[in-house]
Each structure stands twice: as C-alpha cells, then as structure tokens.
C-alpha cells in the first residue's frame, strides 16, 4: 500500500525551512528519500533504517520513527537548488529486493 | 560508469504495436527494477529481478513481459500497447548491501496513440 505523504505542495522563500511527512500503514523496514527535477530522474537522498536514526545530507536530514511507521525530511534554510519533487519509498520486506513502494511525492517551490 | 542507461528516451506507438524498451547496468548490481510514473500517481513498480534468470511481478506488471539474461540487461516488453500505458518508465538498480536503494536511469517518455 503506497505510503501517504504530506503536504501535496508548499511554496517557501529561500531561507525558510520545510518539513515533508511520509506515513505508511504497513510495518516499515527502512525508509527512502528521493528528489526529482522536473524532466530528470529520481536522485537518491537518504536511506533511514529501523531504530529511529536520523540521518542528513548537507541541510537535508530526516528522521524515523518506526513505532508510528512514519518518517520526516527537514529542509534548512532552504536553497533555490532544493526545488524539485521529493518521495519517500518503503521497505517492508527488509531485504530490498523487490523494489521500493513510494508516495505521490511533495512539490517543493523555493522562491527567491 | 555509465550508471544506469535507457533507451530509446522517447517513443510514440500506435494502439496495438509492441516494443520493448532497452535497460542497462554496468555496476554489476544484482537487483533491478521498472517503474512507471504518471502525473500524480508517483512512482509505481511494474516488474523486478534479483538477479540472471528470476523475474517477479510488481503492483502494475499487466501488460508487460520482461526477462532476465545477464546481470547487466532488464528489458520490457510492452506486448500490445494501449493509450493506457502512455508514462514515463523508468529503470533502476540497487546493490544488495544498500537494502533497497534504487539508482534510476534516465527514463523512457512513451506516448501510445
């Protein structure tokens, strides 16, 4: 079942930060983290695995919460560069080998 | 590394044609996966392999054929197109001590007419 992300959209000021919220109703096993441009490829940002880590990527970190099978992606001081469309992708067979499910992903605008 | 490649990037095919869109890893990953995207709908798995010769099905794999020859090639088959399956597809890999993590190619545009 595809995982429920939010919000669908929001529009930020350069220097603003953002939150992104993916829930799922299934166990999770890790918890993936892509940003698209538009007419490019989903780029991997981060992988959370189970144990409530938080992990980050220049001012980009996320957390895990696996009892609530939610996780969260944090913008910083949000740069023009982050505009895109961010999913998160599931895991719930713990292994990885048969793909990820993803959300409908969230539409990020950073405005000058 | 070339990474993950596809082709053709873009295809127009009548109602009924079949084609078969080309997948190539050259990091000797042993998984790989199609997905297809559409407006609003993310990212949606059709078929994956976890390796030469084992294929499985994903959530939308009706209408689609792939195989599994060498590690590095993962073809898929579209066997009779419908305007249905105008997306945009991509192909991924992932190395079994990532868990999961998919690696995209660039993707296929296919409009079905």
């Known amino acids: 079942q595809q995982p429920v992300q939010s919000p669908q959209a929001v529009i930020l000021r350069e220097g603003e930060d953002a939150v992104i919220n993916c829930s799922s109703s299934k166990a999770l096993y890790s918890v993936h983290w892509y940003r698209q441009k538009h007419g490019e490829a989903p780029v991997f940002l981060m992988i959370?695995?189970?144990?409530?880590e938080q992990k980050g990527h220049e001012k980009i970190s996320a957390s895990f919460n696996e009892k609530k099978q939610q996780s969260s992606l944090y913008l910083t001081a949000s740069q023009l560069s982050y505009s895109g469309t961010y999913f998160c992708g599931t895991d719930h067979s713990g292994g990885g080998a048969d793909g990820l499910t993803f959300g409908k992903g969230t539409h990020l605008i950073i405005q000058p | 590394n070339a990474g993950v490649t596809q082709t053709p990037k873009f295809q127009v095919l009548k109602t009924g044609q079949s084609m078969t869109l080309q997948c190539a890893q050259d990091?000797?990953?042993?998984?790989m996966s199609w997905y297809r995207q559409d407006p609003g709908m993310g990212l949606r798995l059709i078929h994956y392999s976890v390796g030469a010769g084992i294929t499985d099905q994903g959530e939308v794999p009706n209408g689609y054929n792939v195989s599994r020859s060498t590690t590095e090639d993962f073809p898929l088959r579209l066997l009779s197109a419908a305007p249905s399956q105008t997306s945009v597809y991509f192909c991924?890999?992932?190395?079994?001590?990532?868990?999961?993590?998919?690696?995209f190619g660039p993707g296929t545009r296919l409009l079905v007419l």
């Open positions: 991924a890999s992932s190395p079994p001590g990532l868990r999961g993590t998919q690696y």
């Open positions: 959370l695995l189970k144990g409530g």
């Open positions: 990091m000797n990953h042993e998984y």
